[in-house]
C-alpha cells in the first residue's frame, strides 16, 4: 500500500508527464518517439499509483476518516477513455487523426488528471502523515 508521502510524490511525477505532454502537443509536428515515451510513462506511473491509492484511500474510509471514495474511484474509469482515444490514433498513423486527438482528447485528460489529483491532494494534505501506518 502507498503511504500519503509516496502519493504526493506520485502526483508531483504524473504533473512532470503533463506538462511534458503540453509541450509535444504545443509542437507544429509531432514527436512520435517523445510522445511515446510520455504516454507510456504516464500510463504506467497512473495504473500503479490508482491501484495502490484505491486501497488506501478505502481503508482510510474503513478507519473512519472523511475521505470520498466513491468519487476518487470513479473518476479512476473516466481515464480510459481519453487514454484509448490517444491510443487509436496512434496506431492509426495518421497526423490529422493524432493532432484531432491530442486536441480533444489530451487536453481532457491533461486537465481531468489535474482536477482528479487537485481532489485527492486536498484529502491527503488534511491528513496528519503517520495517520496511515496503523492501516497496513
Known sequence: MLNITELKNIHDDIEQELVELEVIMSEETINYPNFIHVFKKLDSMWDNHEKGEEVLFLK?????????????????????????????????????????????????????????????????????????????
Open 60 to 136: 482510510l474510509k474503513e478507519a473512519g476518516y472523511t475521505v470520498p471514495y466513491d468519487k476518487i474511484v470513479f473518476a479512476h474509469g473516466r481515464l480510459g477513455k481519453y487514454k484509448a482515444d490517444l491510443m487509436k490514433a496512434l496506431n492509426s498513423g495518421s497526423e490529422f487523426k493524432m493532432k484531432t486527438a491530442l486536441e480533444k482528447s489530451g487536453k481532457k485528460l491533461i486537465t481531468y488528471l489535474r482536477e482528479h489529483i487537485r481532489l485527492e491532494n486536498e484529502v491527503l494534505y488534511t491528513l496528519p502523515e503517520d495517520c496511515c501506518n496503523n492501516l497496513i
